[in-house]
């Protein structure tokens, strides 16, 4: 038994037996790394970016509906899902994660569409918008994220720093313990099933997770994530809240609402934070229709 077990870790799966199945067309390489990307559908395009320690399996329910009448876009961000992992710390930029949805938009042949962004996807969607606003005809911002603050002093240094990151890889190391912590981001019973959370979970156990961690790390005790200027957003916002919602407070959502030119809030009942999974129907409905109105669609 190797040292790993020994301590009640879950080792890494090497980033190319992860994405061993995929179809070759779903990696991108740019710059030297991987990028998982999918691109599925005809029509006017659609980019997804999924949330926090999550990956493209955010959007399952919505694509196939979506691609019916949008070309649609999910990006795995650096650090998550099937993307390899890079090295750098400055990768885990906000800025830098807004750029790479950019450069994927260049290398799938698309000038410029919908940008959909769930919780921290929804803040670089929106510095996306703000850094490439002629890319961006339009955003949805899916329960937001908006503030990031600086970590605790005790992990401002490296060893403080050593020991959070044995604490998550011992967290991700359960499946039980991780499922628990996960269901946090849910309101309605059973859609985070033991398949649903291991799916989540076997796609953070890829090697690079260190790399990530750290990098994050390196972020958020330096100068932090900068504030976004969500009243410098010139395009259609759209915001969607669920009204159960314990990651993202409701009013939080209404006050980046507040803050837009030309935007508006949707809140979903009986909802929490995941709303592409909870409440799938009405989130394809609230993006096609805030779609047609930006693409000048037929109803159908």
């Known amino acids: 038994m190797d040292r790993k077990r020994r301590r009640g870790l879950t080792p890494l799966v090497k ?85 790479l949805v950019i450069r994927v938009m260049q290398e799938v042949g698309i000038e410029s569409g919908i940008i959909i962004g769930h919780s921290y996807g929804a803040a670089v969607a929106s510095v996306a918008g703000l850094r490439h606003p002629g890319r961006a005809t339009g955003l949805i911002l899916i329960s937001p994220a908006s503030r990031f603050d600086r970590l605790p002093w005790y992990v401002q240094n490296r060893p403080g720093q050593e020991v959070l990151y044995l604490l998550c890889r011992r967290l991700i190391s359960d499946p039980q313990q991780y499922k628990k912590i996960s269901s946090r981001a849910f309101f309605v019973d059973g859609i985070l099933t033991d398949e649903v959370s291991e799916t989540y979970r076997r796609h953070l156990l890829i090697d690079g997770l ?91």
Do not use: W
């Open 15 to 99: 980033f190319v037996e992860a994405t061993s199945q995929l179809d070759p067309r779903d990696l991108l390489e740019i710059d030297g790394q991987r990028v998982h990307v999918r691109v599925s559908g005809e029509g006017p395009p659609l980019i997804l970016l999924h949330g926090f320690m999550a990956s493209f399996f955010t959007f399952r329910e919505i694509v196939p509906v979506l691609a019916k009448r949008f070309r649609v876009i999910t990006i795995d961000l650096n650090g998550f899902g099937l993307t390899e992992r890079p090295t750098d710390a400055e990768a885990y930029r906000i800025e830098n994660q807004a750029d």
């Open 210 to 300: 260190r790399f990530t961690f750290f990098g994050f790390m390196r972020v958020l005790c330096g100068n932090g994530f900068p504030r976004i200027a969500f009243e410098e957003l010139t395009q259609p916002v759209l915001v969607l809240a669920g009204k159960q919602d314990a990651v993202i407070p409701l009013q939080q959502c209404h006050s980046i609402a507040e803050l837009l030119q030309n935007g508006r809030v949707e809140i979903f009942d009986d909802c929490g934070h995941s709303a592409p999974e909870e409440r799938p129907a009405e989130v394809i409905e609230s993006i096609t229709r805030f779609a047609a109105d930006q693409f000048f669609l037929r109803p159908e």
